[in-house]
């Protein structure tokens, strides 16, 4: 298999967990003895993936357990946190963006199911949950087959679900692109995913379907508490 890598964004707050994630990040709050970001790493190492980056900011100095525990694991510190939104976390990794076939995952996830991790990508993907109805979440919109608009808010499509997956040649163009838009000031507030909404005419994604409890978003505290009660 191709050498491949992944990218964990770990740098947020994770206020809506307050108080729990007052004095630890939230990605390392445990979800049925686990922390969340060990339950995504363990899956990525199944697969295998060489190369795990963790980008981290809010008391990022508790993740460096995880280097010794999983040898492929590195940090990469994101300096910017505070004061831009997420493409900080992509614009700090992007010396391993384009790099090799690329994982971006949210490290706030509990993965119940690994296999997620061993599917055959053949393309570029999100990847995402069918809703039926209205969701004011991420979904990406697809025609003929590929994604032509991730962005919140739609109607009986996939949701997003905090995995992607890019081949080489498109994380280089991500990579270019992230760097462009870095450096404009005013994009400091910008998701990573609205550049790659703003570049679907160079990046051909579509979206691997995932079910319903194979992994789970966890935001609150009522939300933890009421997985952690599911056994």
Known sequence: ??????????????????????????????????????????????????????????????????????????????????????????????????????????????????????????????????????SEDWVFELKDGYISRVGKGGSDTYNMVGVSYFKQEDAAVLREEIERAYAVEENGDLFWDDVVNQNLNKLRLTVEPVKEGQLVEIDTVEELKKINESR
């Open 1 to 134: 298999m191709k050498k491949e890598i992944a990218i964990l964004m770990a740098a947020g707050l994770g206020s809506r967990m307050r108080p729990l994630t007052e004095h630890v990040p939230k990605p390392l709050i445990e979800v049925h003895g686990k922390a969340m970001i060990e339950t995504v790493i363990e899956g990525l190492l199944e697969r295998p993936v060489a190369e795990i980056y963790i980008v981290t900011g809010y008391l990022g100095e508790q993740f460096s357990a995880l280097c010794e525990k999983y040898p492929n694991v590195k940090l990469i510190a994101n300096h910017d946190y505070q004061v831009k939104n997420n493409i900080s976390s992509i614009y700090a990794a992007r010396e391993a963006l384009g790099s090799a076939d690329c994982f971006i995952c949210e490290s706030d996830l509990y993965v119940a199911d690994p296999s997620i991790f061993k599917k055959h990508l053949e393309h570029s993907c999100y990847y995402g949950r069918m809703q039926k109805g209205f």
